[in-house]
T-cell receptor, first 112, second 115 residues
Framework: NAGVTQTPKFRVLKTGQSMTLLCAQDMNHEYMYWYRQDPGMGLRLIHYSVGEGTTAKGEVPDGYNVSRLKKQNFLLGLESAAPSQTSVYFC???????????FGEGSRLTVL | AQSVAQPEDQVNVAEGNPLTVKCTYSVSGNPYLFWYVQYPNRGLQFLLKYITGDNLVKGSYGFEAEFNKSQTSFHLKKPSALVSDSALYFCAVRGPGYGNNRLAFGKGNQVVVIP
């Protein structure tokens, strides 16, 4: 009964380092999303995907890249981390139609 | 564009009293509206949604929400609050043209239920 799984849950990076967050869903959902959560700002959409092999930009895509090579996985990459990318990152997935989003437990990233 | 406003940062309520968390939205066309709850260090959990039909929607844990088209509001309510309802609540919206289910979230409301 995994749902949406994010790894790692915690990570500390130095400015300029790179890393990848992995999201995996076992519900066969078509849509997947990456959001970031910052205090007082709610959730903001970084990138999303409407199917395997497709990605699109959200509200705050700068500094991030994504890939969806397999339907069940959605990767979020930071090529050169900046302190402004310190945040909690949430992955979500959604079925076709007017369905709600299902969220992972989050990945807390600190950039020093 | 689609957006949500949650005007209050924090809502304090005594245990057993009615709880209301306010949400107004802006979207072109008929909205799809959602409420989520987040407990500390956890992901967001779905509470309820309005797509069409009855303006009063019932969801998980005794919560309900009322869709008011004229006031563009979708307030979350619970008749009798519990201490365990203390959490962060998010309202979210998408317009009918967003077939990819992209949601716009409000900034969230911290609910504190006082024993």
């Amino acid at each position: 009964n995994a749902g949406v799984t994010q790894t790692p849950k915690f990570r500390v990076l130095k400015t300029g380092q790179s890393m990848t967050l992995l999201c995996a869903q076992d519900m066969n959902h078509e849509y997947m999303y990456w959001y970031r959560q910052d205090p007082g700002m709610g959730l903001r959409l970084i990138h999303y995907s409407v199917g395997e092999g497709t990605t699109a930009k959200g509200e705050v895509p700068d500094g991030y890249n994504v890939s969806r090579l397999k339907k069940q996985n959605f990767l979020l990459g930071l090529e050169s981390a900046a302190p402004s990318q310190t945040s909690v990152y949430f992955c979500a997935s959604s079925p076709l139609g007017a369905g709600e989003l299902f969220f992972g437990e989050g990945s807390r990233l600190t950039v020093l | 564009a689609q957006s949500v406003a949650q005007p209050e940062d924090q809502v304090n309520v005594a245990e057993g009293n009615p709880l209301t968390v306010k949400c107004t939205y802006s979207v072109s066309g008929n909205p799809y509206l959602f409420w989520y709850v987040q407990y500390p260090n956890r992901g967001l959990q779905f509470l309820l949604k309005y797509i069409t039909g009855d303006n009063l929607v019932k969801g998980s844990y005794g919560f309900e929400a009322e869709f008011n088209k004229s006031q563009t509001s979708f307030h979350l309510k619970k008749p009798s609050a519990l201490v365990s309802d203390s959490a962060l609540y998010f309202c979210a919206v998408r317009g009918p043209g967003y077939g990819n289910n992209r949601l716009a979230f409000g900034k969230g409301n911290q609910v504190v239920v006082i024993p």
